[in-house]
């Protein structure tokens, strides 16, 4: 049974950090594209990053960009967001989620996995 569980998630200041982790069972993902995306309340949900696992490369919302790393621990087979300079308009419910092709990564409904979500709320 394949899951994905999020933590890490929590309260921080504006201008604060914090790294977000994803573990992954259930079958290998170490081919896998894994992303992060985000939803804060009466919005839609949004892509934030990815990272395309067989190949390293990784893909990031143009709003995260120099603020949000994502990352890979294969050993663990564990992904990482780590946020940094964070802002109150970051606060969301962040979810990692997976799927096994490399189109359009941005697209939330095409990937096959979720997890259950990770609350962020970054205070002014």
């Known amino acids: 049974q394949v899951q994905l569980v999020e933590s890490g998630g929590g309260l921080v200041q504006a201008g604060g950090s914090l790294r977000l982790s994803c573990a992954a069972s259930?079958?290998?993902?170490?081919?896998?594209?894994m992303g992060w995306f985000r939803q804060a309340p009466g919005k839609e949900r949004e892509f934030v990053a990815a990272?395309?696992?067989?190949?390293?490369?990784?893909y990031y919302a143009d709003s995260m960009k120099g603020r949000f790393t994502i990352s890979e621990d294969n050993a663990k087979n564990t992904v990482y967001l780590q946020m940094n300079s964070l802002k109150p308009e970051d606060t969301a419910v962040y979810y990692c989620?997976?799927?096994?092709?490399?189109?359009?990564?941005?697209?939330?409904?095409?990937?096959?996995?979720w997890g259950q979500g990770t609350q962020v709320t970054v205070s002014s």
């Open positions: 989620a997976a799927k096994y092709q490399d189109l359009n990564i941005e697209v939330g409904k095409e990937y096959a996995y």
């Open positions: 259930g079958r290998t993902f170490s081919d896998a594209t």
């Open positions: 990272i395309i696992r067989s190949v390293g490369n990784t």
